[in-house]
């Protein structure tokens, strides 16, 4: 049986489809496209079996190998991370808006998770949940920061320190007027940041800093490639739908 060609038939072809996907903001059917292309690849090459011994244990090196393969692309997957700005679409409107649901937004379900099939997925969930999830990931960022100083009293009592130094700069800078004299208050201002780098180098600050930046870069990178992209206008959804009930 021969079928004719319809010509009301649109064919086209895979990139300008996701081209298209991208411009028009339907990133999250990308993710979901690309995971379910990759899942069928991955069952396909798993459903060929040999039919004798010779060819059951070359089919046995081939899995392991392809094991190998697979351990390796994961790994180069996560290296990718490390090798493009996460920031370079984040803007300071990112940071004005309403925080997403931390437990239907930003954690979700066990389905919210999966690992990318490849690093321009992982770029692109990490891209996108950077700008979703940026209040999210500036609060954890913070809780790590006060964990960290918890951890290191000196360092604390060290950033008090600088903060009521400055705070007493401020007092001094009205009290005395020192705006009419800006050669006193130059010299000052330059007592005062030599001041606060001796103390925060003293009272080991910058070793909280880089303990909180470090594993709070690693938990929004882990989170943000592993997390599914989801509908732009979902979390605002759950919102108003929590605002209804109540």
């Known amino acids: 049986m021969v079928f004719t060609a319809n010509p009301l038939a649109l064919s086209v072809p895979e990139p300008a ?22 899942r069928l ?3 396909t090459a798993t459903t ?17 190998s392809g094991f190998l393969l697979s351990l390796f692309s994961r790994f180069w997957t996560l290296f990718s991370l490390l090798t493009f700005n996460p920031f370079s679409k984040l803007v300071a409107d990112d940071f004005s808006g309403d925080t997403p649901s931390w437990t239907l937004a930003f954690f979700g379900s066990s389905n919210s998770y999966s690992f990318p099939a490849s690093p321009s997925q992982a770029r ?4 996108e949940n950077v700008k979703r999830f940026a209040r999210n990931y500036a609060l954890l960022f913070i809780v790590f920061l006060a964990c960290s100083l918890y951890q290191l009293p000196l360092a604390l009592i060290g950033l008090i320190s600088c903060l009521a130094l400055w705070d007493i700069f401020k007092f001094c800078a009205d009290r005395w007027e020192l705006y009419r004299r800006p050669y006193l208050r130059q010299t000052l201002l330059h007592i005062a940041q030599c001041a ?3 103390i925060l180098f003293f009272s080991n600050v910058q070793l909280a800093l880089l303990c909180a930046v470090g594993v709070s870069y690693a938990v929004f990178i882990l989170h943000a490639s592993f997390r599914k992209l989801t509908p732009a206008k979902q979390s605002q959804r759950d919102g108003n739908r929590r605002i209804d009930q109540r």
Do not use: M
């Open 17 to 38: 489809f996701e081209s298209w996907l991208r411009d028009s903001g339907y990133l999250e059917i990308l993710d979901e496209r690309t995971s379910d292309l990759h």
């Open 48 to 64: 060929a079996k040999p039919h004798n011994s010779a060819a059951g244990s070359t089919f046995s090196s081939i899995n392991c």
């Open 41 to 43: 690849s991955a069952a």
């Open 124 to 127: 692109l969930r990490v891209q």
């Open 196 to 198: 606060t780098a001796v």
